[in-house]
């Protein structure tokens, strides 16, 4: 059974700066691609970052040069770390993991339970 279980969120003041964790469980963590996602009130989610296995990265354009993906695969770890956080970041925060396809497609099969990010003006 994959588990994809989010931590970290919370409330931060506009440039500050948060590390959102993603631990995963059952799932071949080596061999998939990773992404976060986030959901704002009364908007679609959006793909924020995402990482593949060989360590290949992309970004949304609204976060380029301020948050970071990365993994550590002992851990079975991903994360993002955020800083200079603005007001529009505020969502909640979703950990997805899938194939390696899902990279490029975003059909991810696994979804975690959601973290919220609240970043105040």
């Known amino acids: 059974q994959v588990q994809l279980v989010e931590s970290g969120g919370g409330l931060v003041q506009a440039g500050g700066s948060l590390r959102l964790s993603c631990a995963a469980s059952g799932i071949i963590f080596n061999y998939n691609a990773m992404g976060w996602y986030r959901q704002a009130p009364g908007k679609q989610r959006e793909l924020v970052a995402a990482?593949?296995?060989?360590?290949?990265?992309k970004y949304v354009d609204s976060v380029k040069g301020r948050f970071t993906i990365s993994t550590d695969n002992a851990k079975k770890t991903v994360y993002l770390q955020m800083n200079s956080l603005k007001p529009e970041d505020t969502a909640v925060y979703y950990c997805?993991?899938?194939?390696?396809?899902?990279?490029?497609?975003?059909?991810?099969?696994?979804w975690g339970q959601g973290t919220q990010v609240t970043v105040s003006s």
């Open positions: 990482i593949t296995s060989r360590g290949a990265t």
């Open positions: 997805a993991a899938g194939p390696l396809s899902a990279f490029w497609t975003g059909k991810y099969d696994y």
